[in-house]
Nanobody
Framework: QVQLMESGGGLVQAGGSLRLSCAASGSFFNDNTMSWYRQGPGKRRELVASITTRSITNVLDSVKGRFTISRDNTKKMVYLQMNDLEPDDTAVYYC????????WGQGTQVTVSS
């Protein structure tokens, strides 16, 4: 069964940190670039960070130097380390392949208070 399950969100103050995790099930994981997306209140879903199968990464300009994406292919996990969080980072965070080829999970809520 192909499935994505995000966790690790929460409520933090500005300047705080969170580490998000995404557990993937299914054979697609090791063949795909994986990404984290987010959808803030009243906003479109946007791509935040991506990591290739060889762990080459790319992140959104607004989170460069604050967010780091990583993956563990043996565990089929993707992580997003978020430091120095800002109120504008408040959103539901999702993981998926970079082509969004898997059904979306429920996401994990990140709320940053000022």
């Amino acid at each position: 069964q192909v499935q994505l399950m995000e966790s690790g969100g929460g409520l933090v103050q500005a300047g705080g940190s969170l580490r998000l995790s995404c557990a993937a099930s299914g054979s697609f994981f090791n063949d795909n670039t994986m990404s984290w997306y987010r959808q803030g209140p009243g906003k479109r879903r946007e791509l935040v960070a991506s990591i290739t199968t060889r762990s080459i990464t790319n992140v959104l300009d607004s989170v460069k130097g604050r967010f780091t994406i990583s993956r563990d292919n043996t565990k089929k996990m993707v992580y997003l380390q978020m430091n120095d969080l800002e109120p504008d980072d408040t959103a539901v965070y999702y993981c998926n392949t970079v082509s969004q080829s898997v059904a979306w999970g429920q996401g994990t809520q990140v709320t940053v208070s000022s």
